[in-house]
């Protein structure tokens, strides 16, 4: 069974860094893992995914190169955000699903499992 609880969130200052924590996966397969993020109003976003199989990562455009998505072992994946603007505000979610994330990592429905998410804020 999979329950996810993120951990990281907080306040920061524009151009700042944080890094969000995913744990709870435990399962021996392999797994697609996904953070989302969503500001209240709007569609939830994917951000970024992680194929534990084989480490294959993706990344939406907006935060190529400010965000890596990383795992240790099999029971826990991490979010390091830097050069965080305004935008970069939202609630966080981590998710997980059984899928290879391919060319439909970003879609919410390819996940079954969610976290209850953590607030980041971001100060300019």
């Known amino acids: 069974h999979v329950q996810l609880v993120e951990s990281g969130g907080g306040s920061v200052e524009s151009g700042g860094s944080l890094t969000l924590s995913c744990t709870g996966l435990?399962?021996?397969?392999?797994?697609?893992i996904a953070w989302f993020r969503q500001v209240q109003g709007r569609e939830r976003e994917a951000v970024a995914a992680?194929?534990?199989?084989?480490?294959?990562t993706y990344y939406s455009d907006s935060v190529q190169g400010r965000f890596t998505i990383s795992k240790s072992g099999s029971d826990a994946v991490f979010l390091r955000m830097n050069s965080l603007t305004s935008e970069d505000t939202a609630t966080y979610y981590c998710?997980?699903?059984?899928?290879?994330?391919?060319?439909?990592?970003?879609?919410?429905?390819?996940?079954?499992?969610w976290g209850r998410g953590t607030q980041v804020t971001v100060s300019s």
């Open positions: 435990r399962t021996s397969g392999s797994l697609s």
């Open positions: 998710a997980a699903g059984e899928l290879w994330p391919g060319i439909s990592w970003n879609s919410p429905n390819d996940y079954t499992y």
């Open positions: 992680v194929w534990t199989g084989g480490g294959s």
